[in-house]
């Protein structure tokens, strides 16, 4: 079992569609969980960042951690086709610069 | 502007002829990483280091070799490259204060081995 998983989709939306992309992970440790966004033949963008559990926001992304049942989301709101890329999840334990991610959800938004 | 440079772009090797990939920040950040993107298995680093003089290995640190002699600097080095190790290599650098964290990836470097 992969230490974090990722559907890999792809999900194709509408514009405007309200998005949610999940992970789940294993490791108890895990106390910063990270959300990227990644365009075709780009290195990935960090999005989100959230040090352990709740929500956090920004503009039309919110994030969203549950320790307890070791589930990470992203809610992306009013989809736009520039939204349109792979996003990826990764989790670190405290005090390290150790990731691990998972394999990405490639996401369409159609005008 | 905030960069992280990789270079070479796009390398194309043979077998056991050792090549190193560089990559430079220009952010005085203390964390760099190393990374290979295969489709399928997502992003899994290769090394990371915290400060200068320290590094650690990530989950698929086998084949390769990196060094962080000062900070803005953190190359990559296959010593003897093999077809498996054809890849897409991305570096990154981050930063951690409290509550924040930043990070940023390189551009990337295709990697052919044949």
């Known amino acids: 079992q992969k230490e974090v998983e990722q559907d890999p989709g792809p999900l194709s939306v509408p514009e405007g569609a309200i998005v949610s992309l999940n992970c789940t992970y294993s490791?108890?440790?895990?106390?910063?969980f990270m959300w990227y966004r990644q365009y075709s033949r780009k290195g990935p963008e960090l999005l989100m960042y959230?040090?352990?559990?709740g929500n956090k926001e920004d503009g039309r992304f919110t994030a969203q951690v549950d320790k307890s049942s070791k589930y990470i989301s992203l809610f992306i709101r009013d989809s736009q086709p520039s939204d349109s890329a792979t996003y990826l999840c990764?989790?670190?334990?405290?005090?390290?610069?150790?990731?691990?991610f998972g394999t990405g959800t490639r996401l369409q938004v159609f005008p | 502007e905030a960069q992280v440079t990789q270079n070479p772009r796009y390398l194309i090797t043979v077998t056991g002829k050792k090549l190193t990939v560089t990559c430079s920040q220009n952010?005085?950040?203390?964390?760099m990483s190393w990374y290979r993107q295969d489709p399928g298995l997502g992003l899994r680093q290769i090394y990371y280091?915290?400060?200068?003089?320290?590094?650690d290995k990530g989950d698929v640190p086998e084949g390769y070799k990196v060094s962080r002699k000062e900070k803005r600097n953190f190359p990559l080095i296959l010593e003897s490259p093999s077809p498996n190790q054809t890849s897409l290599y991305f570096c990154?650098?981050?930063?951690?204060?409290?509550?924040?964290?930043?990070?940023?990836f390189g551009p990337g470097t295709r990697l052919t081995v044949t």
């Open positions: 952010m005085n950040h203390e964390y």
């Open positions: 990764a989790c670190s334990e405290y005090n390290t610069d150790k990731l691990i």
């Open positions: 959230t040090y352990s559990s």
């Open positions: 990154a650098n981050s930063y951690t204060g409290g509550i924040s964290y930043e990070q940023y």
């Open positions: 280091s915290m400060n200068v003089e320290v590094t």
């Open positions: 490791n108890s440790a895990f106390q910063y």
